[in-house]
């Protein structure tokens, strides 16, 4: 039986562990805090994420020892926050990814280098470029671990092994399709939770719904010129990984980076909306990098820029996203 390991405890890492617990998968899980392992040992639950979902594991599927489920597993998942992700594979080296297939579910930039998760995995591990696979949505965690009707895509050099990984999630509610276009997807995925943090501004600060679809008819052609700059391909922004998921980041209710947005438009600060939440909202940390490559390749995202300068220069939300919409088709 194939072994595969998951690594990161938080929703969407809890989200998978179930989904491949369901097909019977033979599954080893990484989990940071032993105090985490202990409860889900006790319990049969996570403590912090997705509470109130039931995870049959036995104790030695379980281990804060990450280089020994990575030995141990011909599948590697990875659920890790991208602000997290080096410090979590440092204690990795290239043996224990030799010959396996890698499976990021990151939605996010590597921190001050702006680097792409598959860049940065495939180059620090010396891996084949089709042993990466990038699993992107429109799959929120909730909705996943409910049964509810789910689309994932699979980027990857190899359709065959986008395919051989898709076949371990795919159930009759998880439905699976393939992309090789790993860069633009990782882009796309990046940029729709910046603009899901550019929705939950709007609305807490008074815009309504038909304001909100102007800024995502916005947000997709900000898209479209970002990805022909940095990824030129032949590819259909209106499919599901791409405009799908940036449409159910912006709209839904299980959308971190919007209810993030949400906070801030409400007026909390950027430090007090982090600590309320617990949860990573991966554009706080993607706008940042995000300038920074719009100032070298010289495409001017007219969103991301709003949203940086109220997260970061603590502008008026109300008065940039008025400044914003001055712009807008």
Known sequence: MTKIGVIGGGSYGTAIVKTLLDKDGDVFWWLRKQDTIDSINLKGRNPKYLRAVDLKLKPEQLSTDIREICRQSDIIFIAVPSVFLRETLLQL??????????????????????????????????????QFIFLTGPAHAEEVVTKRKTYLTLASSSEENALRAG????????????????PGLEYAAVLKNIYAIAAGISQSVGYGDNFLAVLMSNAIREMDMMLKQECPADRNLMSSGYLGDLLVTAF????????????????????????????????????????????????????????????YNQEDPLKTLQALEEGFD
């Open 93 to 130: 080296d290239d043996s224990d990814m030799e010959g396996k297939l890698i499976v990021s579910t990151t939605k996010g930039l590597i921190p001050h280098d702006h680097q792409l998760i598959s860049d940065y995995i495939i180059k620090n591990f010396h891996l084949n470029a089709d």
């Open 167 to 182: 076949s371990f999630l795919e159930t009759d509610y998880i439905a699976v399709r393939t992309s090789t276009d790993v």
């Open 252 to 311: 839904s209710k299980f959308s971190r980076n919007r209810t993030f947005g949400s906070m801030i438009g409400h007026g909390y600060s950027t430090k007090a909306a982090l600590i309320e939440m617990n949860m990573i909202p991966e554009g706080h940390y993607a706008v940042k990098s995000f300038c920074k490559l719009m100032r070298e390749s010289c495409v001017k995202l007219r969103i991301v820029s709003a949203v940086y300068k109220i997260l």
